[in-house]
């Protein structure tokens, strides 16, 4: 607006697909959707020189629909090897937080 940003997008060149990664825009101007403006933006930019894709990453936020029927599921691999400290933190990661999500009422 002006001199003054009200959105930016950091999105990664990776091969022949443009990787969306974060967002951020100045809320008093979320009427006017500044993260959307910057997506058609980059779609334009990506696909003027080449880009076949644009990859909103992880996350399932609605907005993202608007522009793509296909959804990717993604998966998380967690290895922890013999020693203390990391099996100290796989009993913290899988047996405390289950219970400490369970007594705040929050999802795992």
């Not at 608007?66 to 990391?86: E, P």
Request: contains cysteine; charged residues 25%.
């Amino acid at each position: 607006m002006g001199e003054r940003p009200i959105g930016s997008r950091l999105v990664f060149l990776c091969g022949n697909k443009l990787w969306d990664f974060l967002t951020a825009y100045d809320h008093s101007f979320s009427r006017l959707s500044p993260g959307n403006m910057l997506v058609s933006a980059f779609v334009d930019y990506g696909f003027s020189r080449g880009y076949d894709e644009f990859d909103f990453m992880r996350g399932e936020e609605s907005y993202k629909l608007l522009w793509t029927s296909k959804f990717r599921q993604s998966h998380r691999l967690w290895i922890w090897s013999r020693r203390w400290t990391s099996r100290a933190r796989a009993f913290v990661y899988l047996d405390l937080k289950p219970a400490v999500y369970s007594w705040l009422g929050k999802k795992v």
